[in-house]
T-cell receptor, first 114, second 115 residues
């Protein structure tokens, strides 16, 4: 499978714990995005990488959130001191900038904070 | 904030009928894309239409774009039960330095196709 891969698919954690999600983009894509989707809503932009550089972070991304993309390949999204409001689907997408913003999404990681 | 707004929020039709979903947005865009999402799954890219295009086809899908009205429509012809999903429009309004990197999604239309 050469699509965008996310791990884990589901995560249940207790409030206050730290969680980390991983995204493996399509290998030749140099852009990588993280979105968050809550029930009944469309995805909302969180952050964007061009190769290894994080070029923009949404105001939704509080200081408890950190994302990295070392070496411009896979990316991790960490949430520290999780809160119940962090419960959502976290979606990763990647694209190749020369063809515009046709982004390919992974299956997402569903986070439940209890 | 969500720029796109799909209409209707929910649509239920019989297999074989056509389904039309509309999307309105607020700011000028570089392109508009439609995605499908099955329950609890990731998004599947359906079609991208650029701001200088007015209509685009892909299989049973037809997308129109009216930049003067800031609206788009997605038509699915001869619907199938497998088309049951949520459909989202996403706009790309560009960004700093002219690079396009951020999609703004609407809340989606939940389409149910009854066999």
């Amino acid at each position: 499978d050469t699509g965008v891969s996310q791990d884990p698919r589901h995560k249940i954690t207790k409030r206050g714990q730290n969680v980390t999600f991983r995204c493996d983009p399509i290998s030749e894509h140099n852009r990588l995005y993280w979105y968050r989707q809550t029930l009944g809503q469309g995805p909302e932009f969180l952050t964007y990488f061009q190769n290894e550089a994080q070029l923009e972070k949404s105001r939704l991304l509080s200081d408890r959130f950190s994302a990295e993309r070392p070496k411009g390949s896979f990316s991790t999204l960490e949430i520290q001191r999780t809160e119940q409001g962090d419960s959502a689907m976290y979606l990763c997408a990647s694209s190749f900038d020369l063809v515009g913003l046709e982004a390919f999404f992974g299956q997402g990681t569903r986070l439940t904070v209890v | 904030s969500q720029q796109g707004e799909e209409d209707p929020q929910a649509l239920s039709i019989q297999e074989g009928e056509n389904a039309t979903m509309n999307c309105s947005y607020k700011t000028s865009i570089n392109n508009l894309q439609w995605y499908r999402q099955n329950s609890g799954r990731g998004l599947v890219h359906l079609i991208l239409i650029r701001s200088n295009e007015r209509e685009k086809h892909s299989g049973r899908l037809r997308v129109t774009l009216d930049t003067s009205k800031k609206s788009s429509s997605l038509l699915i012809t001869a619907s199938r039960a497998a088309d049951t999903a949520s459909y989202f429009c996403a706009t790309d309004a560009g960004g700093s330095g002219g690079s396009n990197y951020k999609l703004t999604f609407g809340k989606g239309t939940l389409l149910t196709v009854n066999p």
